[in-house]
């Protein structure tokens, strides 16, 4: 989610040919961080075969979040076309880049939302603006590379320094956990979040909210994986201002939507032009007929391991 008209394509143009000139001379895996700032990376991740090295999330990309321990810079552009019965239509543009580092072999920074969004729908009179800040820290406490088996918990604070004309504005303290588990060309994965909001002041009311997101990917060959995701967006308590029936998915906190629980399903994939660089896409549907601002959306990202 994420800039206006120009600024959206300036911020483009800008930030993908970047990405793609830095990574042309990369050698990193995409499994496992070369770049560490304490301590040597595990050279058993490194070295894995091409096709055990899994695809990073691509759907819900603020949230779902995998295991490994990697650096990595990863552009996005999205488009959410919104609900036409629940949220009148029109749709959502936007950029953000994410940053991820490894600090130790199984300790990394996390810097998950960012971004600006650009309205074109009558929700919010077709504004514009920034979307709220979040960043945390996620550990590996299961790294078996002989199995392929592995798991992270994560800690994360959102800050409401957005625009509140693009639904942001929400302080929420996030606590994830996830695993992934590879039988040599296929990947699975899964990841938990719980969102507890820590203020009130939305006009909206700001509500706690659990997220679930599952994976699988398949590696054809060096070049090409295709990927499944699913993702569940549940509100397990509204807030108390002025909850809407509905719920905002991964979009905003719009205080409501306990009984409106939303599923979604997409299909994607990733391209690897060089071996620290990734092209990955997505197209995602609700698979359930639940109140919500979830349309339908497609993903795109440009990732660089380092």
């Known amino acids: 989610m994420h800039f206006p008209g120009a600024s959206l394509a300036r911020a483009a143009r800008f930030t993908l040919p970047v990405v793609a000139t830095l ?53 996005w552009w ?35 939302k960012d971004g600006f969004l650009d309205f074109n729908a009558p929700l919010n009179n077709n504004d514009s603006g920034w979307v709220d800040v979040g960043a945390g820290l996620k550990w590996a406490f299961l790294q078996n590379w002989e199995t392929d088996l592995h798991a992270a918990l994560g800690v994360g604070y959102e800050f409401g320094v957005g625009n509140e004309e693009v639904l942001q504005g929400d302080d929420e303290v996030r606590f994830w956990g996830s695993i992934n588990k590879d039988f040599d060309r ?44 699913l993702n569940y967006y549940n509100t397990v308590q509204e807030g108390n201002n002025r909850p809407l029936p509905i719920t905002g998915v991964d979009v905003a906190n719009l205080g409501g939507g306990k009984d409106n629980d939303v599923l979604t ?42």
Do not use: C
């Open 23 to 75: 990574s042309l001379g990369g050698t990193a895996s995409a499994q496992h961080a070369k770049l560490m700032l304490f301590g040597e990376s595990n050279q058993a991740g490194l070295d894995l075969p091409e096709e055990r090295r899994a695809v990073h999330p691509i759907t819900s990309p603020f949230y779902h979040e995998d295991s490994f321990i990697t650096s990595d810079l990863r552009a």
């Open 265 to 306: 399903g997409g299909i994607g994939f990733e391209v690897r032009p060089a071996r620290a660089f990734t092209i990955r896409a997505a197209f995602e549907d609700p698979l359930n007929n639940k109140p919500s601002l979830f349309g339908n959306r497609w993903t795109v990202s440009a990732g660089w391991a380092f």
């Open 186 to 229: 296929l990947h699975l994965g899964a990841t938990a979040n719980y969102l507890l909001a820590t203020g009130s002041e939305d006009a909206l009311g700001d509500s706690d909210r659990l997220f679930l997101h599952g994976h699988a990917d398949f590696w054809v060959n060096k070049y090409f994986s295709p990927v499944v995701e």
């Open 78 to 112: 999205l488009r959410h076309n919104l609900s036409e019965t629940d949220a009148g239509g029109g749709r959502v543009d936007g950029v953000a880049l994410q940053v991820r580092l490894a600090l130790t072999d199984r300790l990394q920074f996390v810097a998950y």
